[in-house]
């Protein structure tokens, strides 16, 4: 139960769901959580003003090639500072 987010393991107890660790499935617990994560745009989250990326339509309107190492990079932070339940992320 300790690796679900705080307002979730709230919901569930609302609801009457069992918070055994049967309860929920953690794999897909952290999909969901960084599917939220690396859709939101950075400065559109009230809980920090770093979570989310930057507006990535900048790497994709030139002629030439992405940045993709600043994109990489921002990936990274991402995942590193705000899902502590990935140890060790890497994107290779």
Not at 10 to 19: E, Y
Not at 45 to 65: A, K, P, W, Y
Not at 69 to 82: C, K, S, V
Not at 84 to 89: A, E, K, N, T, Y
């Given at each position: 139960?300790?690796n ?17 660790p ?26 920090d ?5 930057s ?15 600043a ?6 932070f ?10 060790s992320?890497?994107l290779t």
């Amino acid at each position: 139960m300790a690796n679900e987010r705080l307002l979730k393991r709230l919901g569930m107890w609302q609801q009457g769901k069992k918070t055994g660790p049967d309860s929920f499935d953690l794999v897909d617990s952290i999909l969901f959580d960084l599917t939220k994560l690396l859709n939101s745009q950075r400065g559109n989250v009230l809980v920090d003003e770093e979570m989310g990326l930057s507006d990535l339509r900048s790497l994709f309107n030139g002629h030439g090639s992405p940045d993709l190492d600043a994109l990489e990079q921002q990936l990274l932070f991402q995942i590193t500072e705000f899902e502590p339940r990935i140890v060790s992320p890497s994107l290779t």
